[in-house]
Structures are given as structure tokens and as C-alpha cells.
């Protein structure tokens, strides 16, 4: 017979394991955690403290890996270690740093070595550049107004950009679950299992909400969006942090990459309800330079300690079979690149041993399809194509080496000693040019330019050094320029060549040098290139080339007005065989639109107070501008855009330049989104189609989640994610209850899935399933402290895309 002690104790392993097997939804449903105890004594059970929101002006980021990153152009270092033998990655307690950032593929920024959230600061307004030369104007074609609100004022917004009304979320994460304290007042009595026990982390991640069907409105800056019913989502828990969104290979494998600070990195492959699948284990480091996928499906991870000297690569399959591929010195500073037959390449830091916490340039590496590693300087730039192949300019000292891989074969060219080379330039049939330029001992100039088909090529020399490129269906066209002397004083002489396989077709002497280092090109190959013209403030001059080479001058009635715009998805080149060019002239700002023949076709006037960016084309050609509306002193106080063809102007969107992303992002759609900022975190997003209507009203976001494009070398930060339709999506992770995950349809911001911040303060951007019908976010679960996961893990959220609903 059992004595009344042993029954009791008996009870309590009974509780435990019910709870532990999932068994009782009452016991899973409540806040707290019941655990079965003896009659004679007190029981006591204690809910988990729900940590404390966080606030909209957090930084959300990734883990920054360096202090610095040179310019590419610097001298590298060479390693002495490149071949050491492999070695243990040490784990670390310490904080992980974020992740490299860049704001733009031509810039490359430094960044400060601090694992604190990273503060926001607005870039400062692109500043505009005037021409002033005066010259004999011919008198232009009669003006005509864009389709514009009241001209004579600077234009008022015409919607109210108010954030999504509060919803009622889908499901809500169930932290008090993942920090259980069952306080008893037996010494004997059975322990409550630890936290971070692998047992309940199992049974937790298998615990999925599924509520009914809700019908869900949300409010954005042009009224209430129809009601959609909402399906049901999956939230699913894992321990750690995220390192990045979910990835999908090619194949459709979904692989999560996650880790903790305490044990290392983890990757788990999961189904579309965020179901785990498999996993591979701890696997020892932390992830640097982000997890890419092979074409075969197959995960890459390079993991090394938080200061480590040396790198592993790993590949994960969709079984969670882990396998070491090689080991390299020093570690990854920027993202992973993958080509199209699955070689790898990125570029390594080191520790500099005379700083705590700064580093010095390693080496540069190719890892082949094969896995063999392959060692360059470190200041190389890589461009690769669809078909494989892979082209790399290595610089080092005077000398530079062009070396190309395709599935063909292999190349080196060893470039002109002490030759400045460019990045390899790919054009849109995949044809490749590289540019060398070389100044001779007698103050000469000029220009190779090394056209490559596969491992084949062919060499042109041109009059000049190299400027601005423009990339057509037909070749790449080229700006070259020369001075007197040594020193570029910003005058001169310029040189548009037309390059391809057969050589290079160059234009006559243009006087003077381009203002704002752009030029258009149009289908017919005409050439329209607005010069600078320092003699003048009243007059402004474009070099028209025709397609053989001959330039007209035109002669606009002001000076020349050019802005930079950073735009993604855009096209190279107009529909229409017409130039665009800015001036200022009576007060207000013109586009000069030009014939072939240099005639000024026409004149659009801007809205008065509007200064228009250089002209930009959509995927199908059509021309925009995109205007801004400068306070007293001179910050964008409002923006707006102009389809120039049409005349057609979208609504004043009140804000200046949103901070980290691109202004303009067309969608693989064809419809494009201009963003603007407002206060604090705050995003605006309006979408328009080729002719200038808007296609998707005016919405705000509180805390938008930014996204990173992997198409080069620094790659870009943008708000908005795309899924497969088209469709673009934004995390709101906002502390207010509107967070969410919104698409963005022509109705407004449409709520797919409501977020429930919990406090967290680390989030990741939506990605896709590769049959487009499911989206997947991550975020933190709680704030936790550092780099390492809040009290709950993360929680993955697995939603229906609107193409289902």
C-alpha cells in the first residue's frame, strides 16, 4: 500500500508530465501554470511578468558586424593566415553586433561599432546644382501646365495620412508560458522544468492559434478600406533571435536561421504553418554576412565567434543534415552573394590587435560549386549573370586583375599597371564591360573599355576618363572627359561613346562637363546631356548626340537645375525618343522637353514652390519626376510626383526623406511607390501606375520594418517587401495596436496579419512561400537583454497572402 507521502509526489510528476505532453487545454489556455502539490501544504503559482512595450523610436536592426568598411578602393591587406588550419569556433557571452548597413550602391558608409539600437538620423536635402552661363536661347515651344492643384501656393496635402485604425489580433503569443516558476514549500517536492528546458520548448512551438474567421477593416490616409475576412494564421515559438527573415530556396524549402547567445546558431526547416520539419542542431558561432540558398536548395551559413579570427562555411539541406564545406580567415563584412551555378563569394575583416574593438581588410573569397576556396584581394568587386557566370576586378597596388568564371570556363586578364579599373558593368543581354582608365606622363587620357562575352573579348580605347554609364538594349553608352593639367578643375571637354562587342562609336568634343553626372538615352540613341555653364545664370545648354555621333546645342531660357533620386526596379531608358531637362526661370522650375534635333518640344511648369528631381523612367518607359517642397530652410517639408508625359500629379504627401530606403521602388508589377517621411519613424507610401493616377492611396506607418536587397555588393534597405503577384507588404511594428503586416492594394493598407509587440523591439521584414500564398515575419517576443532573445524567443508568424483571401 502506498504511504500517503509517496502518493503525493506521485501526483506531482503526473502534473508535470500532462503538462509537459500538452494534455488539458485549460492548462495550456490560462496565464499561469498549475503544478499539483500535497494537501498538507500551500501551493503557489506564478504568472509571467509581460515585459514592457517598447517605444516607437527604437532602431530595428540586425546584428552589425564592424566598426568600419573602407572604401573598396583603398589599399588591401594582405592576410598571412589565409591557410592556417581549421579550428573550433569559440562561442561568446558577448553582445552580437549589428549587421553592416548601406544607404546606396555607390556610397559606402561606416558605421560605428556599438551594439546599442541604432539612432535614425534624416539625410540631409540633396543639395540642387544650377547652371550659370548665359547664351543666345532659341525661343522655346509654347508652355503648358501639369495637371496640378492651385500653382500659385505651395500645394496642401490633399489626404489625411493617419495610421490604420486599432484591430483585434488574430492570435496572441502566449509568453507567461515560456518562463514557468511553480513556487512550492516542499524541499522534496518534483522541480518545475527550467525555461529554457529542450522538452517544453518542443511541446511549445507545437502549440499553433487558429481563431475563427474575423472580419477586419483598417483606416489609412484615404478612408476606411473595404472589410476583408481575414483566414487564420499560425504563430509558432523558437528560442533565440532571428538572424533574418525566413528563406526560401528554390526548391521551396523554408529555412529559419536563429540563434543564442548562450549556445550558438540553429536552423530549422518549416513547413508553410511555420510547422518544424527538421532541424540541424546547435551548430557553434554566430551567422556573418547573412544565410543564402543554393540553387540545389541547400542552406549556406558562415558562422565564426563574435570575435573570431576564422570563418566555417556550413550547408544545411532540407533534412537538417549539417556539412562543413571550408574554413577561411577573418570574417564576412557584408552579405553572402550567390551565383547562378551556387559558387559564393563575400570579403572578410579581421581583429586589428591594436584595437579592442576595430578591425582590419582580409581577403576576398570565391567558394566554387565544388567547394574549392579561392583566395583574391581584398578590395574586389564582383558582378554576376543570369547564365553563371561570375566577373571580378581585384585591385591591389598599381595592379589590377579582371578574372571571369562562367560554366564555359575561366579567364584572367591582367589590366594595365597602374590603371584605375571600374566595377564590371552588366549589360542587359549579359554582355559585361569593364573600364581601366589611364593617364599618360604627358597629361593624356583615356579609356579601356574590355567587353566580355563569356571568356570571350574584345578591347576599345576612348578619348578621356571614365564618368557616368548608361546601360541599353543596344550597348553601353559612356561619358569620358579631359581637362588641362593634372588636377580636374570641373571644366573640360566631354565625350559620350556608344561601346559594344564590335568597339566603341564616340562622339564629337562636347564643351564643358556634364551637370549632375547623368545622362538620357532614348531608344532611337539619341543622346540628350545637360552641361554645366559657369558664365551663365540666365541661360542653360544640353548636348543633343545623335546616333552617329553628331551634337546639337540647345539653349534653354534659365539655368540648369538637376537632383539626384534613389530608385529600384527602375528602367534605363524612356519610351518616347524626347529628353527631359530642368530649369529655373520666372520663379518657378520647367521641364524643357527637347526633340531630336535639339527643339523644344514643349514646356511643363512646376507647381510653384516645386524644385523636380532628374528625370526617372518606369519598367515600361514612362517618365516621372519627383517634386519637393523646401521649409525656409531649405529641409522638405512635402513631396509630390509628376508623370511627365501626362502632366498628371499625384497628391502632396506632407514629409521629407524617408530615411533608409529608397525614394522611389517599382514593383515587379510595374506600379511604383514613392516614399516619404514624417514624424519620428513614421513612413507614407503612395503607389501610381505608368500614366501618373494613383493606383494605391496614401498610407502611414508608425515603425516600418526595413527590408535589405541582395543585388550587390552594399545592399540597399528598403520598407516595402514583394510577394510573387506582385503585391507589396509592410510590417508596422509599432507599439500602438495597430502593428501589423498590411498589403497594399488598391483599396489602401489592407491588415493581413495583426502583430502583438509584447514589447519586443526586434522584428524581421515579410517573405514568401514560393508559391506566393504565404507570408512569414518574425519578431522578438519581449525585449530581452542585448542581442539575445526577450524572455519568449521569437514568435513566427505564418499568414495567407491577399491572393488568397
Given at each position: 500500500?502506498?504511504?500517503?507521502?509517496?502518493?503525493?509526489?506521485?501526483?506531482?510528476?503526473?502534473?508535470?508530465?500532462?503538462l509537459?505532453?500538452?494534455?488539458?487545454?485549460?492548462?495550456?489556455?490560462?496565464?499561469?501554470?498549475?503544478?499539483a502539490?500535497?494537501?498538507?501544504?500551500?501551493?503557489?503559482?506564478?504568472?509571467?511578468?509581460?515585459?514592457?512595450?517598447?517605444?516607437?523610436?527604437?532602431?530595428?536592426?540586425?546584428?552589425?558586424?564592424?566598426?568600419?568598411?573602407?572604401?573598396?578602393?583603398?589599399?588591401?591587406?594582405?592576410?598571412?593566415?589565409?591557410?592556417?588550419?581549421?579550428t573550433?569556433?569559440?562561442t561568446?557571452k558577448?553582445?552580437?553586433?549589428?549587421?553592416?548597413?548601406?544607404?546606396?550602391?555607390?556610397?559606402?558608409?561606416?558605421?560605428?561599432?556599438?551594439?546599442?539600437?541604432?539612432?535614425?538620423?534624416?539625410?540631409?536635402?540633396?543639395p540642387?546644382?544650377?547652371?550659370?552661363d548665359?547664351?543666345?536661347?532659341?525661343?522655346?515651344?509654347?508652355?503648358?501646365?501639369a495637371?496640378?492643384?492651385?500653382?500659385?501656393d505651395?500645394?496642401?496635402?490633399?489626404?489625411?495620412?493617419?495610421?490604420?485604425e486599432?484591430?483585434?489580433?488574430?492570435?496572441?503569443?502566449?509568453?507567461?508560458?515560456?518562463?514557468?516558476?511553480?513556487?512550492?514549500?516542499?524541499?522534496d517536492?518534483?522541480d518545475?522544468?527550467?525555461?529554457?528546458?529542450?522538452?517544453?520548448?518542443?511541446?511549445?512551438?507545437?502549440?499553433?492559434?487558429?481563431?475563427t474567421?474575423?472580419?477586419?477593416?483598417?483606416?489609412?490616409?484615404?478612408?476606411?478600406?473595404?472589410?476583408?475576412?481575414?483566414?487564420?494564421?499560425?504563430?509558432?515559438t523558437?528560442?533565440?533571435?532571428?538572424?533574418?527573415?525566413?528563406?526560401?530556396?528554390?526548391?521551396?524549402?523554408?529555412?529559419?536561421?536563429?540563434?543564442?547567445?548562450?549556445t550558438?546558431?540553429?536552423?530549422?526547416?518549416?513547413?508553410?504553418?511555420?510547422?518544424?520539419?527538421?532541424?540541424?542542431?546547435?551548430?557553434?558561432?554566430?551567422?556573418?554576412?547573412?544565410?543564402?540558398?543554393r540553387?540545389?536548395?541547400?542552406?549556406?551559413?558562415?558562422?565564426?565567434?563574435?570575435?573570431?579570427?576564422?570563418?566555417?562555411?556550413?550547408?544545411?539541406?532540407?533534412?537538417?543534415t549539417?556539412?562543413?564545406?571550408?574554413?577561411?580567415?577573418?570574417?564576412?563584412?557584408?552579405?553572402?552573394?550567390?551565383?547562378?551555378?551556387?559558387?559564393?563569394?563575400?570579403?572578410?575583416?579581421?581583429?586589428?590587435?591594436?584595437?579592442?574593438?576595430?578591425?582590419l581588410?582580409?581577403?576576398?573569397?570565391?567558394?566554387?560549386?565544388?567547394?574549392?576556396?579561392?583566395?583574391?584581394?581584398?578590395?574586389?568587386?564582383?558582378?554576376?549573370?543570369?547564365?553563371?557566370?561570375?566577373?571580378?576586378?581585384s585591385?591591389?597596388?598599381?595592379?589590377?586583375?579582371?578574372?571571369?568564371?562562367?560554366?564555359?570556363?575561366?579567364r584572367?586578364?591582367?589590366?594595365?599597371?597602374?590603371?584605375?579599373?571600374?566595377?564590371?558593368?552588366v549589360?542587359?543581354?549579359?554582355t559585361?564591360?569593364?573600364?581601366?582608365?589611364?593617364?599618360?606622363?604627358?597629361?593624356?587620357?583615356?579609356?579601356?573599355?574590355?567587353?566580355?562575352?563569356?571568356?570571350t573579348?574584345?578591347?576599345?580605347?576612348?578619348?578621356?576618363?571614365?564618368?557616368?554609364?548608361?546601360?541599353?538594349?543596344?550597348?553601353?553608352?559612356?561619358?569620358?572627359?579631359?581637362?588641362?593639367?593634372?588636377?580636374?578643375?570641373?571644366?573640360?571637354?566631354?565625350?559620350?561613346?556608344?561601346?559594344?562587342?564590335?568597339?566603341?562609336?564616340?562622339?564629337?568634343?562636347?564643351?564643358?562637363?556634364l551637370?549632375?553626372?547623368?545622362?538620357?538615352?532614348?531608344?532611337?540613341?539619341?543622346?540628350?546631356?545637360?552641361?554645366?555653364?559657369?558664365?551663365?545664370?540666365?541661360?542653360?545648354?544640353?548636348?543633343?548626340?545623335?546616333?552617329?555621333?553628331?551634337?546639337?546645342?540647345?539653349?534653354?531660357?534659365?539655368?540648369i537645375?538637376t537632383r539626384?533620386?534613389r530608385?529600384?526596379?527602375?528602367?534605363?531608358?524612356?519610351?518616347?525618343?524626347?529628353?527631359?531637362?530642368?530649369?529655373?526661370?520666372?520663379?518657378?522650375?520647367?521641364?524643357?522637353?527637347?526633340?531630336?534635333?535639339?527643339?523644344?518640344?514643349?514646356?511643363?511648369d512646376?507647381?510653384?514652390?516645386?524644385?523636380?528631381?532628374?528625370?526617372?523612367?518606369?519598367?515600361?518607359?514612362?517618365?516621372?519626376?519627383?517634386?519637393?517642397?523646401?521649409?525656409?530652410?531649405?529641409?522638405?517639408t512635402?513631396?509630390?510626383?509628376?508623370?511627365?508625359?501626362?502632366?498628371?500629379?499625384?497628391?502632396?504627401?506632407?514629409?521629407?526623406?524617408?530615411?533608409?530606403?529608397?525614394?522611389?521602388?517599382?514593383?515587379?508589377?510595374?506600379?511604383?511607390?514613392?516614399?516619404?517621411?514624417?514624424?519620428?519613424?513614421?513612413?507614407?507610401?503612395?503607389?501610381?501606375?505608368?500614366?501618373?493616377?494613383?493606383?494605391?492611396?496614401?498610407?502611414?506607418?508608425?515603425?516600418?520594418?526595413?527590408?535589405?536587397?541582395?543585388?550587390?555588393?552594399?545592399?540597399?534597405?528598403?520598407?516595402?517587401?514583394?510577394?510573387?503577384?506582385?503585391?507589396?507588404?509592410?510590417?508596422?511594428y509599432?507599439?500602438?495596436?495597430?502593428?501589423g503586416?498590411?498589403?497594399?492594394?488598391?483599396s489602401?493598407?489592407?491588415?493581413?496579419?495583426?502583430?502583438?509587440?509584447?514589447?519586443?523591439?526586434?522584428?524581421?521584414?515579410?517573405?514568401?512561400?514560393?508559391?506566393g500564398?504565404?507570408?512569414?515575419?518574425?519578431?522578438?517576443?519581449?525585449?530581452?537583454?542585448?542581442?539575445?532573445?526577450?524572455?519568449?524567443?521569437?514568435?513566427?508568424?505564418?499568414?495567407?497572402?491577399?491572393?488568397?483571401?
Amino acid at each position: 500500500m502506498t504511504s500517503e507521502r509517496a502518493r503525493d509526489m506521485y501526483i506531482g510528476r503526473v502534473g508535470a508530465l500532462a503538462l509537459a505532453l500538452g494534455i488539458g487545454s485549460a492548462i495550456v489556455a490560462v496565464p499561469g501554470v498549475a503544478w499539483a502539490e500535497p494537501d498538507s501544504t500551500s501551493a503557489t503559482s506564478q504568472n509571467a511578468t509581460s515585459p514592457s512595450a517598447g517605444t516607437a523610436a527604437e532602431k530595428l536592426s540586425r546584428p552589425r558586424l564592424f566598426k568600419n568598411r573602407p572604401a573598396k578602393d583603398a589599399p588591401a591587406a594582405d592576410s598571412s593566415d589565409a591557410d592556417d588550419p581549421v579550428t573550433d569556433l569559440p562561442t561568446s557571452k558577448k553582445k552580437r553586433p549589428a549587421l553592416t548597413r548601406s544607404t546606396s550602391r555607390a556610397e559606402k558608409a561606416t558605421e560605428p561599432d556599438t551594439n546599442e539600437a541604432e539612432t535614425i538620423e534624416r539625410p540631409s536635402v540633396a543639395p540642387t546644382a544650377t547652371d550659370d552661363d548665359p547664351v543666345e536661347t532659341t525661343p522655346p515651344a509654347e508652355a503648358e501646365s501639369a495637371t496640378a492643384p492651385d500653382k500659385t501656393d505651395p500645394p496642401p496635402a490633399t489626404g489625411a495620412d493617419t495610421a490604420p485604425e486599432p484591430l483585434r489580433p488574430l492570435a496572441k503569443a502566449l509568453t507567461t508560458l515560456f518562463t514557468p516558476r511553480a513556487l512550492t514549500s516542499e524541499d522534496d517536492a518534483p522541480d518545475s522544468p527550467a525555461a529554457s528546458s529542450a522538452l517544453l520548448w518542443t511541446v511549445l512551438a507545437s502549440v499553433r492559434r487558429q481563431p475563427t474567421d474575423e472580419i477586419l477593416t483598417a483606416t489609412n490616409a484615404s478612408g476606411v478600406v473595404a472589410s476583408r475576412r481575414v483566414q487564420a494564421a499560425a504563430v509558432e515559438t523558437f528560442p533565440g533571435n532571428a538572424y533574418q527573415s525566413p528563406i526560401v530556396a528554390a526548391d521551396g524549402t523554408t529555412y529559419l536561421a536563429t540563434y543564442d547567445v548562450n549556445t550558438g546558431s540553429t536552423v530549422s526547416i518549416i513547413d508553410r504553418d511555420g510547422q518544424v520539419l527538421a532541424t540541424s542542431g546547435t551548430i557553434d558561432g554566430f551567422v556573418r554576412g547573412g544565410a543564402v540558398t543554393r540553387p540545389d536548395g541547400s542552406l549556406i551559413v558562415v558562422t565564426a565567434a563574435l570575435r573570431g579570427n576564422r570563418s566555417t562555411i556550413r550547408s544545411i539541406d532540407s533534412d537538417g543534415t549539417v556539412t562543413n564545406l571550408a574554413t577561411v580567415s577573418g570574417v564576412p563584412d557584408l552579405q553572402v552573394r550567390t551565383g547562378a551555378d551556387g559558387s559564393l563569394y563575400f570579403s572578410t575583416r579581421r581583429p586589428n590587435p591594436f584595437d579592442p574593438f576595430g578591425t582590419l581588410p582580409n581577403r576576398y573569397y570565391r567558394i566554387s560549386p565544388t567547394n574549392t576556396v579561392q583566395s583574391l584581394p581584398y578590395n574586389t568587386s564582383l558582378s554576376l549573370t543570369p547564365d553563371g557566370g561570375a566577373y571580378l576586378v581585384s585591385r591591389q597596388g598599381a595592379s589590377s586583375t579582371l578574372r571571369v568564371y562562367t560554366p564555359t570556363g575561366n579567364r584572367t586578364i591582367f589590366l594595365p599597371f597602374g590603371a584605375t579599373a571600374g566595377s564590371p558593368i552588366v549589360g542587359q543581354d549579359g554582355t559585361v564591360y569593364v573600364t581601366a582608365a589611364q593617364r599618360g606622363l604627358f597629361g593624356t587620357k583615356t579609356t579601356r573599355v574590355y567587353t566580355l562575352d563569356g571568356t570571350t573579348s574584345t578591347t576599345s580605347t576612348v578619348t578621356g576618363l571614365p564618368g557616368a554609364t548608361v546601360v541599353t538594349a543596344d550597348g553601353l553608352y559612356l561619358e569620358t572627359f579631359t581637362f588641362p593639367g593634372t588636377t580636374d578643375p570641373g571644366t573640360g571637354t566631354t565625350y559620350i561613346s556608344m561601346i559594344t562587342a564590335d568597339g566603341a562609336r564616340t562622339s564629337d568634343p562636347i564643351t564643358g562637363r556634364l551637370a549632375g553626372f547623368t545622362f538620357q538615352v532614348t531608344d532611337d540613341g539619341t543622346v540628350y546631356a545637360p552641361l554645366l555653364d559657369p558664365s551663365s545664370s540666365a541661360t542653360g545648354r544640353v548636348a543633343v548626340v545623335s546616333p552617329d555621333g553628331a551634337v546639337t546645342t540647345a539653349t534653354l531660357p534659365g539655368p540648369i537645375v538637376t537632383r539626384t533620386v534613389r530608385t529600384d526596379g527602375a528602367a534605363t531608358t524612356g519610351s518616347q525618343n524626347v529628353g527631359y531637362v530642368n530649369y529655373r526661370a520666372g520663379g518657378i522650375d520647367h521641364v524643357a522637353v527637347l526633340d531630336p534635333d535639339g527643339t523644344i518640344a514643349r514646356t511643363i511648369d512646376l507647381p510653384a514652390g516645386a524644385t523636380a528631381s532628374t528625370v526617372f523612367f518606369g519598367p515600361d518607359g514612362a517618365a516621372f519626376q519627383l517634386l519637393d517642397y523646401r521649409g525656409p530652410e531649405g529641409q522638405t517639408t512635402a513631396r509630390q510626383l509628376i508623370a511627365l508625359e501626362t502632366g498628371t500629379l499625384t497628391e502632396v504627401v506632407q514629409g521629407g526623406t524617408a530615411p533608409g530606403s529608397f525614394d522611389v521602388v517599382f514593383g515587379p508589377d510595374g506600379v511604383g511607390y514613392f516614399l516619404t517621411s514624417g514624424d519620428s519613424t513614421t513612413t507614407k507610401v503612395l503607389g501610381f501606375d505608368s500614366s501618373g493616377a494613383t493606383v494605391v492611396p496614401l498610407s502611414t506607418f508608425v515603425q516600418p520594418v526595413d527590408a535589405q536587397t541582395n543585388d550587390g555588393d552594399f545592399p540597399e534597405n528598403q520598407y516595402l517587401s514583394f510577394a510573387p503577384d506582385g503585391t507589396a507588404y509592410v510590417l508596422d511594428y509599432t507599439v500602438q495596436p495597430t502593428a501589423g503586416v498590411y498589403a497594399l492594394t488598391s483599396s489602401g493598407a489592407q491588415l493581413v496579419q495583426p502583430i502583438d509587440r509584447a514589447g519586443g523591439v526586434r522584428a524581421t521584414a515579410p517573405t514568401f512561400s514560393k508559391d506566393g500564398t504565404t507570408g512569414f515575419v518574425t519578431i522578438a517576443d519581449g525585449p530581452g537583454p542585448g542581442p539575445g532573445p526577450g524572455p519568449g524567443g521569437i514568435l513566427l508568424y505564418s499568414f495567407p497572402t491577399v491572393s488568397t483571401l
